[in-house]
T-cell receptor, first 110, second 113 residues
Framework: QKEVEQNSGPLSVPEGAIASLNCTYSDRGSQSFFWYRQYSGKSPELIMFIYSNGDKEDGRFTAQLNKASQYVSLLIRDSQPSDSATYLCAVNIYGNQFYFGTGTSLTVIP | AAGVIQSPRHLIKEKRETATLKCYPIPRHDTVYWYQQGPGQDPQFLISFYEKMQSDKGSIPDRFSAQQFSDYHSELNMSSLELGDSALYFC????????????FGPGTRLTVT
């Protein structure tokens, strides 16, 4: 079992809709959680991080963390075609070691 | 704002050759990470350094070594290159006293022929 699991998609949503991306992790000791956006051939770009249970909002993005259920999600409101990318969930389990999920491919249809 | 710098951006090597990748972290960042990303795969953690000391080790092959220097830049040395080493190599940096959010460099695309 991988430390971090994501639905690889592809996920397609119409422009203006809400895109919901999910991630589960296996280690209950995981400390902090990150969402990255990666365009093909480019480096991952940090979108949000969260380390406390609940919701964290930043503009059109909301990260949700539920440590009891060991999942973290990312909601993208008012999705735009420029949001089309692969979204990577990353988890810091301990120290300076991080695990990434395989990513969810999102396509926003104009 | 200054970002993570990686060099070279592209590198072509032959099997059994050696390669050295360089990473310059964001100023004042004290932690550096190296990742390998194959086509269609997630970034695989290789190794990290905090304050010039190795911090954590991931799936780094024994043929690879890395270090962080006094100016905090880091180098990943890869020897006896194999075809399977062809990948994007990312360096990321962070502040240890933060929550660990990492900022990635543009990557080095290594092609082994």
């Amino acid at each position: 079992q991988k430390e971090v699991e994501q639905n690889s998609g592809p996920l397609s949503v119409p422009e203006g809709a809400i895109a919901s991306l999910n991630c589960t992790y296996s280690d209950r000791g995981s400390q902090s959680f990150f969402w990255y956006r990666q365009y093909s051939g480019k480096s991952p770009e940090l979108i949000m991080f969260i380390y406390s249970n609940g919701d964290k909002e930043d503009g059109r993005f909301t990260a949700q963390l539920n440590k009891a259920s060991q999942y973290v999600s990312l909601l993208i409101r008012d999705s735009q075609p420029s949001d089309s990318a692969t979204y990577l969930c990353a988890v810091n389990i301990y120290g300076n070691q991080f695990y990434f999920g395989t990513g969810t491919s999102l396509t926003v249809i104009p | 704002a200054a970002g993570v710098i990686q060099s070279p951006r592209h590198l072509i090597k032959e099997k059994r050759e050696t390669a050295t990748l360089k990473c310059y972290p964001i100023p004042r960042h004290d932690t550096v990470y190296w990742y390998q990303q194959g086509p269609g795969q997630d970034p695989q953690f290789l190794i990290s350094f905090y304050e010039k000391m190795q911090s954590d080790k991931g799936s780094i092959p024994d043929r690879f070594s890395a270090q962080q220097f006094s100016d905090y830049h880091s180098e990943l040395n890869m020897s006896s290159l194999e075809l399977g080493d062809s990948a994007l190599y990312f360096c990321a940096s962070s502040l240890a006293r933060g929550v660990g959010e990492q900022y990635f460099g543009p990557g080095t695309r290594l092609t082994v022929t």
